[in-house]
């Protein structure tokens, strides 16, 4: 195998499963896992996939195969899923991880999408999509006989390692199928830009099993650093006794959970020191980082990135307020550019289209050609993001090309006008979409979540002429959103981008209700 050309990565490791036979070898008892039920050591997780790989072997999964492995909450179950994700990669066989937060009709669309060989379910019928049904009931990772007939090694560095599926924040999911190698390398890179090593033990803003979790766990796991599998709690009171309890070290957040945490209480005592706290999916304004880095930890970061490329930025603790919509430096490895709307390379500052590459990026969507063709170009994969990177190789982003609301003509930028919005002191979250409309094209519809419950009523700083007068006071009146709508939250997907087709139908669906009921 050959090694990702990183530095500190140990010579030799393309893999997760190389990863782990390395920190098993460095540190057998540093705990890689921890739960409510105890902790998993590197050395015992190591012997527990080496175990699986066996058993997978001796059921029929060769190298080369696609195993679909459901995931499940329940402590017990979820840590033996994660046993058995590295028990797959170590047999050199794909893994299709099938979230519990996914409906189940697309679990099972999702097993016949990437044509899963086996699925491993207890309980289930004989095939399902195509894939024969395996008992994990038949093993125990316990059970030293394993290690009598162990399996190969197959976990080749250029053999596709693991299904990552995107968001469909904007449409429908697609998927990507990294190598042992591009995977590796994307985790290891997103932890070491967070500053994660093996002393560190970190939680995820969504725990595992979750894609959220997923990824902080491998990232974890990619620098020798315990993963903490516990909610983070919804105040910073629970969240002061989870960090003291687990030792936690670091931890991500959304910025949804951030207000929520901001809004709680304060805790009898403060929170314990964090070396990261890394805030990743939605905007975020300077004044709430500000706030944030005073009240939960000095050391918030803001990251950018996507399943395709990883990390791709990071606001550093030492960075100054940004303003809104700036990301951060690009992490090592990673590189960048601007294009404007004929493919040309725009200078520092100037506003188009992003473009990133790295040496362990993913290089299309299979079965996926049309989307293939329009986020990967020439090397370099383009997210969707319009922004810029300065001089000084800050970037900024104001918004996704498909989110532009093109009102009469006039291009508006949603986060602009959300972060406007969430400024008012009366508005928890709010989002900006662009309502369909056969004059104007689209109707900019501003979507507020209220401080005081939706069941109460609205003050008068929310109607509709105090909203416009707010405004008009810090952007100009053409983009000033003609309707204003109070709902009691704002879609979110698992990594806080806000769903804007599911906005858009709920609102017109509801319109279409109260039109019946006027009829």
Request: glycine content about 10%; overall charge neutral.
């Amino acid at each position: 195998m050959t090694a990702p050309n990183q530095p500190g990565i140990a010579p030799g490791v393309a893999s997760i499963v190389d990863g782990l036979a390395h920190f098993a070898a460095l540190q057998p008892e540093r705990p890689a896992y921890i739960d409510a039920q105890g902790s998993v050591t590197y050395g015992d997780l190591y012997v527990a996939a080496r175990r699986g790989a066996a058993w997978l072997a001796q059921q029929g999964v060769r190298a080369g195969d696609t195993v679909a492995l459901p995931l499940d909450t329940h402590p017990a179950i979820a840590r033996q899923a994660m046993e058995m994700l590295y028990a797959i990669a170590y047999v050199g066989a794909a893994t299709l991880p099938l979230y519990p937060e996914v409906p189940l009709e697309l679990r099972v669309a999702q097993i016949g999408q990437g044509a899963a060989n086996w699925l491993i379910a207890s309980g289930s019928a004989p095939e399902v999509a195509g894939a024969r049904t395996l008992d994990p009931r038949s093993f125990a990772a316990a059970d030293p006989r394993y290690d009598a007939q162990p399996a190969p090694r197959g976990d080749r560095a250029d053999a596709p390692a693991l299904f990552l599926f995107t968001s469909g924040t904007t449409g429908s999911a697609k998927y990507m199928l990294p190598t042992h190698q591009q995977l590796y390398g994307n985790v290891y890179a997103s932890a070491r830009a967070i500053g994660s090593d093996a002393g560190d033990r970190l939680m995820s803003a969504i725990p595992w099993p979750s894609g959220v979790g997923m990824r902080y766990l491998l990232r974890a796991h990619a620098v020798g650093a315990a993963f903490v599998a516990i909610p983070l709690g919804e105040t910073r009171t629970a969240l002061s006794s989870i960090l003291t309890q687990y030792q936690v070290t670091q931890i991500a957040l959304s910025p949804w959970q951030l207000r929520r945490l901001l809004q709680s209480p304060a805790p009898p005592q403060p929170l314990p020191p964090l070396r990261t706290v890394h805030l990743i999916g939605d905007f975020i304004s300077a004044e709430e980082l500000g706030v944030a880095r005073a009240l939960i930890s000095p050391n918030v970061i803001i990251g950018y990135g996507c399943y395709e490329i990883g990390a791709a930025t990071v606001l550093g603790a030492g960075d100054p307020l940004p303003a809104y919509g700036c990301v951060g430096r690009l992490v090592p490895g990673m590189e960048a550019r601007v294009t404007g709307a004929q493919g040309e390379l725009l200078a520092p500052g100037e506003t188009g289209e992003l473009a990133y590459r790295a040496a362990w990026m993913c290089t299309g969507y299979p079965g996926s050609p049309e989307a293939t063709r329009e986020r990967f170009r020439d090397g370099w994969f383009y997210p969707g993001d319009i922004g810029s990177i300065d001089a000084a190789g800050f970037v900024t982003l104001r918004g996704r090309t498909q989110e532009v609301i093109n009102y009469g003509g006039l291009k508006i930028w949603p986060g602009d006008i959300e972060s406007i919005l969430k400024q008012h002191p009366d508005v928890l979250d709010a989002a900006l979409v662009g309502m369909p409309d056969a004059q104007a094209g689209q109707i900019p519809t501003a979507f507020l979540v209220p401080r005081t419950p939706l069941n109460q009523q609205l003050g008068a700083s929310l109607s509709d002429e105090a909203l416009r007068a707010f405004c008009a006071t810090r952007i100009d009146a053409s983009r000033i959103p003609p309707v204003f709508v109070a709902v009691a939250e704002i879609p979110r997907n698992e990594s806080d981008k806000i769903m804007r087709d599911a906005l858009i139908a709920a609102y017109q669906q509801a319109r279409e209700i109260m039109r019946g009921r006027r009829g």
